[in-house]
């Protein structure tokens, strides 16, 4: 009697027959299934999107020749975030990564626009509350 497959044998195999089709082969399987669920490919908007690599954090800081505390004050990053990704516990997400390469290539830049934000919002004044109603008195 055939042994039966698991998940992860199933997923591999699958995984090996996706890879050996041709693109042209692999177009027709995915219009087939857009038409078998329904979906009408001709109404949608296609984006391509870059996903930047993750940087590495600790090679850009050591680079610039500072320590993590003083790279989190220049920077406005958490201490603690970055020493999550300079150990390899989390990744930057993609806002932090376009940042983290900026940093990379022109950080003194990134540094007098942060400066300049910090500036910025000391001058300005800092009630955004709304101001209250007064409360009027009614006659009975």
């Avoid at 109404?43 to 993590?68: C, H, T, W």
């Avoid at 990053?77 to 990379?104: C, F, H, M, Y």
């Amino acid at each position: 009697m055939p042994k039966r497959m698991d998940d992860k044998q199933m997923a591999q195999a699958a995984l090996a027959k996706l890879r050996s089709m041709s693109p042209a082969e692999f177009e027709r399987l995915v219009a087939l299934e857009d038409a078998e669920i329904g979906i009408d490919t001709s109404k949608m908007r296609f984006y391509k999107v870059y996903n930047y690599p993750v940087p590495d954090v600790r090679a850009i800081r050591e680079r610039l020749g500072i320590s993590q505390s003083e790279f989190s004050r220049r920077f406005k990053l958490s201490e603690r975030t970055l020493q999550q990704w300079e150990q390899g516990r989390t990744k930057p997400d993609q806002p932090a990564r376009v940042l983290l390469n900026v940093i990379a290539t022109v950080p003194e830049v990134v540094e007098r626009i942060m400066t300049a934000e910090e500036h910025r919002s000391r001058q300005e004044p800092r009630s955004s509350k709304r101001p209250r109603s007064k409360k009027i008195a009614r006659s009975a």
